[in-house]
């Protein structure tokens, strides 16, 4: 009572300083500063702007203006008065923590009064340096730079500054939470524990710090303990949708499926648009025999997630109803064109073809086997996953039905070899092969003997390549003897 009477007092010597002084700057400052504390902010801003009205240089009065401004409607105006705080005082260190701090935040309206993101973290990491050049030891600059650092990847640089500032302030929760977090992201859970248990033991109503650790120790097997934490989380904050669905993640070891039930639908109904605890409630209830209702969060998973491959995979392979056919293939094509490296989408839409049954709408029950599409598939998944034995197998029932034996026999001993305890493999291979017709077709070739070819007879060359013959030596004329003797005699 007395506080409120002295300050009371204080407004009205303010108010007699200004009736006697209109253009008393100081006065206006103080007299702002009390309207503020008395949470009278409208009239705070305007005592404010007489300041700055008496005297432009006032580097406090435009900082504290600013920091009034806090409506997304008065982003630009609290921009332009931390600036001109600034150009008057370039050593404000608070003024520049503070214009870091709305650059990083970036609430904003456009011209229309819609929320837009005006969020400039360059320009806020350069307002966090410049604190702490002027002031090495803010160890809010070092945690907001930090934060920065972290949304950049520069995990290594993060945790470099949120140690500086521990050194100065070891009771910064608020730096230890965010050590803690980066800690896990550099893969060191367990210093990343100490310090979530550390920004815990400086906040105790920490529900962010326990939801955390609620989650590690629940990835470590922890359950107990993970379940007091994220409890505790649930408790502080009744809103907080992620400890509700770790939680509820928690309870499905649960014989009852009620406690895990409740808390996805309390994570649900939080944040309807939360993808993943659609699809794990949906496999909880699928786990627990209600299959409709499981169809159901599957559909609600991709509804919300157009591209949740798996959403999509586990909603047709529990559409297993004729009538359900036609949804059952639209879905498993789905998963397959979203992730065509989705070995199961190939094999189970592959199943689904070999021997699929469809209800017409007129209620006939219809065989809408396709075996080319099933034998395309199966292969699929061989191709992305060749030591999947399912595959193996199924593929050579396939090939056996269609008379290729070999190649079945050869699925089914590549499905043996990479499970030798499979029974069925085993089984359908001496089904195989006590196949009369399979037997015929498995039989040792016997290598058919080719008759001896005679040896070809080098081709006559013909006329016009033949060399010509050459004339034969033409003969001397005989000479007659007798008639040369006669012509001597003579």
Request: charged share 30%; glycine share 4%; net charge neutral.
């Amino acid at each position: 009572m007395a506080a409120n009477d002295d300050k009371e007092a204080a407004r009205n010597h303010f108010l007699n300083a200004l009736e006697i002084n209109p253009v008393y700057a100081d006065a206006y400052y103080h007299y702002a500063l009390l309207l503020v504390e008395l949470k009278d902010f409208e009239e705070a801003k305007n005592n404010l702007e007489k300041v700055t009205e008496v005297d432009q240089n006032y580097a406090l009065a435009y900082y504290q203006k600013a920091l009034l401004l806090t409506n997304p409607d008065d982003f630009e105006d609290a921009r332009k008065n931390f600036e001109t705080a600034i150009d008057i005082n370039p050593g404000f260190a608070n003024a520049h923590y503070y214009m870091g701090k709305l650059l990083a935040g970036g609430i904003a309206t456009d011209k229309e009064g819609t929320i837009v993101d005006r969020t400039d973290l360059a320009f806020a990491k350069e307002c966090f340096l410049q604190v702490l050049k002027i002031d090495s030891g803010h160890t809010k600059a070092l945690y907001n730079l930090a934060r920065i650092l972290m949304q950049e990847k520069k995990l290594k640089d993060a945790k470099v500054q949120l140690g500086k500032a521990l050194a100065i302030d070891p009771g910064y929760s608020k730096a230890h939470f965010l050590l803690a977090q980066t800690l896990v992201a550099l893969g060191a859970k367990q210093k990343a524990k100490t310090h979530f248990k550390a920004s815990i033991k400086h906040h105790e109503e920490n529900p962010p710090a326990h939801y955390q650790l609620g989650k590690v120790l629940a990835e470590e097997g922890k359950s107990d303990l993970a379940e007091e934490h994220l409890r505790k989380a649930v408790t502080l904050d009744p809103e907080h949708a992620q400890a509700h669905y770790q939680l509820a993640l928690l309870l499905t070891a649960l014989d009852d499926p009620g406690p895990a039930k409740k808390h996805f639908f309390r994570a649900l109904e939080i944040d309807p648009e939360f993808a993943l605890a659609y699809y794990h409630l949906a496999h909880h209830l699928e786990r627990h025999g209600d299959v409709n209702e499981a169809k159901i969060h599957f559909q609600k998973a991709t509804d919300v997630d157009q591209n949740f491959v798996d959403a999509y995979f586990h909603l047709a392979r529990i559409l297993n109803s004729p009538s359900e056919y036609d949804m059952a293939v639209r879905n498993y094509e789905t998963a397959i064109e979203i992730d065509p490296q989705h070995v199961k989408g190939h094999y189970c839409f592959a199943k689904l073809k070999a021997g699929g049954q469809r209800l017409t709408p007129n209620g006939t029950l219809v065989d809408d086997s396709d075996p080319v599409i099933a034998e395309h598939h199966f292969r699929k998944a061989i191709e992305i996953d060749s030591s999947f034995p399912k595959a193996h197998f199924r593929l050579a029932l396939l090939l056996r039905e269609d008379g290729r034996y070999e190649e079945a026999q050869k699925h089914y001993l590549e499905a043996i070899r990479i499970n030798s305890k499979y029974a069925e493999a085993h089984y359908h291979l001496a089904v195989l092969l006590m196949d009369p017709a399979a037997e015929k077709a498995l039989a040792p070739k016997k290598p058919t003997s080719q008759p001896k070819t005679p040896a070809k007879r080098p081709a006559k060359k013909s006329a016009a390549k033949r060399p010509a013959a050459k004339a034969a030596p033409k003969k001397k004329a005989a000479v007659k003897r007798g008639s040369a003797a006669a012509g001597k005699r003579k």
